[in-house]
């Protein structure tokens, strides 16, 4: 099974930034899956915000762009999630995830623990 941890997170004010780590393990096929970034606002459903396939090619949906990029690292097999000008609606709990497949299907197999972004107004 694979294993994601993730770091980063925390409490910001609009307009910051808040860079997201996961380090996934437990395969050694890591680096040909999808992997994606959730969030779940208070009193929302989880959503998908980004995904990027083994190769590299992003994904975001269309409020986040320009402000969230996405960028993985296949040799140490963690994602990463650059999150700029932060929003008070951003406010969510983050969650990575990882689809065992080579495409992005928004059908996450394995999750991370989940960690807490804050933005202040």
């Known amino acids: 099974a694979v294993k994601l941890v993730q770091s980063g997170g925390g409490s910001v004010q609009a307009g910051g930034s808040l860079r997201l780590s996961c380090a996934a393990s437990?395969?050694?096929?890591?680096?040909?899956?999808?992997m994606t970034w959730y969030r779940q606002a208070p009193g929302k459903d989880r959503e998908l915000i980004s995904s990027i396939t083994p190769l590299g090619s992003p994904y975001y949906v269309r409020d986040l762009r320009g402000r969230f990029t996405i960028s993985r690292n296949n040799d140490n097999n963690t994602l990463y999630l650059q999150m700029n000008s932060l929003k008070p609606e951003d406010t969510a709990m983050y969650y990575c995830?990882?689809?065992?497949?080579?495409?992005?299907?928004?059908?996450?197999?394995?999750w991370g623990q989940g960690t807490q972004v804050t933005v202040s107004s």
């Open positions: 995830a990882v689809e065992v497949r080579d495409y992005c299907a928004d059908s996450p197999d394995y």
């Open positions: 437990g395969s050694t096929y890591i680096r040909t899956y999808c």
